[in-house]
């Protein structure tokens, strides 16, 4: 439900929403957890807060992708199941 009269922060503030996503992947991608209710608090409202920068930025989704083969850094899903 919608307030009347108030704009949400993502639309009122989308340049700064934008500029957070590689920050945002950064945390999700290399945080240490040590406190696992607050680190799971603090990683799924990173992912909301992506998600919702993915939704005004299809490029986004993208990028997600491209980290994941960084990480992997596979050629083919068939180097995967040598691991």
Wanted: glycine content about 4%.
């Amino acid at each position: 439900m919608v307030t009347p009269g108030f704009s949400a922060p993502a639309t009122t503030h989308l340049n700064a929403l934008l500029a957070l996503v590689d920050n945002g992947l950064h945390f999700l991608q290399n945080h240490v957890w040590s406190d696992i209710e607050n680190d799971f608090t603090a990683s799924l409202a990173v992912g909301k807060m992506v998600l919702q920068a993915a939704n005004h930025d299809p490029n986004i989704m993208s990028r997600l992708s491209d980290h994941g083969q960084e990480v992997c850094n596979c050629k083919s899903y068939d180097e995967l199941s040598t691991i």
